[in-house]
């Protein structure tokens, strides 16, 4: 029998899909990358059927690729090999809640947004925040973070136990429930990060926060890049426990304005968040005035008002939708590039010439607070001049950062587009990794063609 009649044996048919809407939905992420079809869309509705699919590939060879939601930069989920995309869409459930532990359980199709609206109702949130409604299982696998990172960390911190369908159809578990442990090797370290190259999620086990007594937001505009950028470095050195701070350059804050009908000075700007409790942050806020007039801010406004706070936050999670609505016909090429904190002002000034060089439109944002940021193109995919052009721009801050002790990408992980620089990036250390990927998935079915050159 086939693949797919022996597929029909495992699965109920309604879970199994060729229609080709489907099918093109399935082919592309949020990426300029081409595009490429699967042979059909599997909707696992359990762990064991996400087992039995993956013993059935393994006598087929047939690839796998698990999709979330699709928001990828990198074509983490294209499937340039065919095979089955497998879709978790049916797989999301908040399985258990341990507030006294501060963990939650749950199926990788949960979006952040479904988890946070559940955490709510018990004072709780999950923090990590990549803009996009992304599903808690690519967030893993791509080891997202974003605008919160700079005080909670990144996905990788927050998993504390995974359950993964490995390549034969074994499950296993990745860590327990426990804080911390000193046994065995990190699987978690191992498999948060692999993009489905090594194995499944099925299950996640995260870390969860009590939500702030209290939340302010700021936004600081300056008159250069390079005093926006010493601005969070004297707010890092002052030990101010900043929840956020995200840079937008002068051109994107044009952008955010044209999108989100705002009036916004049109220039380097901080957007900045800050949680604790009332009298703390006083003294955060007294402080952080005076970080900002050292550094010539030209103005700085506060918010203390819910709704208030969710516009600011919003417009600068809309950024790249504003430069694809402001580009009609374009795609966005999204960089993303991680340096030392030290090397943040001379990094953001160089992308800045690389930008205005290329003769493409596009802009600067960041976590600066970590070092991390992206540089928003907009292309013609159909143009070979843009994309070349985009591709210089990528080639040219990535080497930078690799000079500088920095890394390819700090969030939206290798897929497809950062392969070119892995051995550069990691030298030696790639031949160890060509081996953890051999004895996991001898055959290669598992997301062929991403993250190994």
């Given amino acids: 029998m086939t693949f797919f009649e022996e597929l029909n044996q495992i699965i109920p048919k309604k879970q199994i899909s060729k229609?080709?809407?489907?099918?093109?939905?399935?082919?592309?992420?949020?990426?300029?990358?081409?595009?490429?079809?699967?042979?059909?869309?599997?909707?696992?509705?359990?762990?064991?059927?996400?087992?039995?699919?993956?013993?059935?590939?393994?006598?087929?060879?047939?690839?796998?690729?698990?999709?979330?939601?699709?928001?990828?930069?990198?074509?983490?989920?294209?499937?340039?090999?065919?095979?089955?995309?497998?879709?978790?869409?049916?797989?999301?459930?908040?399985?258990?809640?341990?507030?006294?532990?501060?963990?939650?359980?749950?199926?990788?199709?949960?979006?952040?947004?479904?988890?946070?609206?559940?955490?709510?109702?018990?004072?709780?949130?999950?923090?990590?925040?990549?803009?996009?409604?992304?599903?808690?299982?690519?967030?893993?696998?791509?080891?997202?973070?974003?605008?919160?990172?700079?005080?909670?960390?990144?996905?990788?911190?927050?998993?504390?136990?995974?359950?993964?369908?490995?390549?034969?159809?074994?499950?296993?578990?990745?860590?327990?429930?426990?804080?911390?442990?000193?046994?065995?090797?990190?699987?978690?370290?191992?498999?948060?990060?692999?993009?489905?190259?090594?194995?499944?999620?099925?299950?996640?086990t995260l870390r969860i926060h009590g939500i702030s007594e209290h939340?302010?937001?700021?936004?600081?505009?300056?008159?250069?890049?390079?005093?926006?950028?010493?601005?969070?470095?004297?707010?890092?050195?002052?030990?101010?426990?900043?929840?956020?701070?995200?840079?937008?350059?002068?051109?994107?804050?044009?952008?955010?304005?044209?999108?989100?009908?705002?009036?916004?000075?049109?220039?380097?700007?901080?957007?900045?968040?800050?949680?604790?409790n009332k009298e703390g942050l006083k003294q955060d806020v007294a402080l952080t005035k005076e970080l900002m007039d050292d550094h010539h801010c030209s103005a700085l406004h506060f918010e203390s008002d819910t709704a208030a706070m969710n516009r600011l936050w919003e417009a600068r999670h809309h950024v790249a939708y504003a430069y694809i609505h402001n580009h009609q016909g374009k795609k966005q090429m999204v960089t993303d590039v991680c340096v030392p904190i030290s090397e943040m002002s001379g990094a953001i000034r160089d992308a800045r010439k690389a930008v205005e060089a290329s003769g493409l439109p596009g802009g600067i944002v960041g976590h600066v607070g970590d070092g991390n940021y992206h540089i928003i193109l907009m292309v013609d995919p159909e143009n070979r001049e843009d994309l070349q052009q985009a591709d210089k721009v990528n080639e040219h801050i990535v080497t930078y950062a690799l000079e500088r002790g920095g890394t390819c990408t700090g969030e939206h992980s290798v897929g497809v587009g950062k392969k070119k620089y892995q051995e550069k990036e990691h030298g030696d250390a790639l031949l160890v990794m060509r081996k953890l990927k051999q004895a996991l998935d001898p055959n290669g079915i598992l997301n062929p063609g991403k993250v190994l050159p």
Avoid at 135 to 142: C, D, F, H, Q, V
Avoid at 172 to 191: D, E, M, Q, R, V
Avoid at 224 to 240: K, R, Y
Avoid at 252 to 264: A, F, H
């Fill in 19 to 204: 229609n080709q809407t489907l099918l093109e939905q399935h082919s592309r992420d949020e990426s300029y990358h081409q595009p490429c079809l699967p042979e059909a869309v599997v909707f696992p509705a359990s762990t064991a059927e996400v087992s039995e699919i993956m013993k059935l590939a393994a006598r087929h060879q047939m690839p796998v690729v698990p999709f979330g939601y699709g928001s990828s930069l990198e074509g983490n989920i294209i499937p340039y090999s065919g095979g089955i995309s497998l879709d978790f869409s049916l797989m999301n459930n908040i399985i258990t809640l341990r507030e006294n532990d501060f963990l939650v359980t749950v199926q990788p199709g949960v979006t952040r947004s479904q988890l946070n609206k559940e955490l709510k109702k018990y004072g709780m949130f999950f923090s990590v925040d990549p803009g996009a409604d992304a599903t808690l299982g690519g967030m893993a696998a791509t080891n997202a973070s974003g605008t919160s990172a700079v005080r909670y960390g990144i996905m990788r911190d927050q998993v504390r136990d995974m359950e993964v369908v490995l390549a034969d159809g074994m499950v296993i578990h990745t860590g327990s429930l426990a804080a911390k442990s000193s046994s065995g090797y990190n699987l978690n370290g191992l498999f948060v990060g692999s993009e489905g190259t090594l194995g499944i999620f099925t299950e996640l």
């Fill in 215 to 276: 939340t302010l937001a700021a936004r600081a505009s300056f008159q250069t890049l390079d005093e926006s950028v010493q601005a969070v470095i004297s707010l890092l050195q002052a030990g101010i426990p900043i929840a956020r701070v995200e840079l937008v350059d002068e051109e994107s804050m044009k952008q955010i304005n044209r999108y989100s009908e705002t009036d916004y000075p049109e220039g380097p700007t901080l957007f900045l968040e800050f949680h604790g």
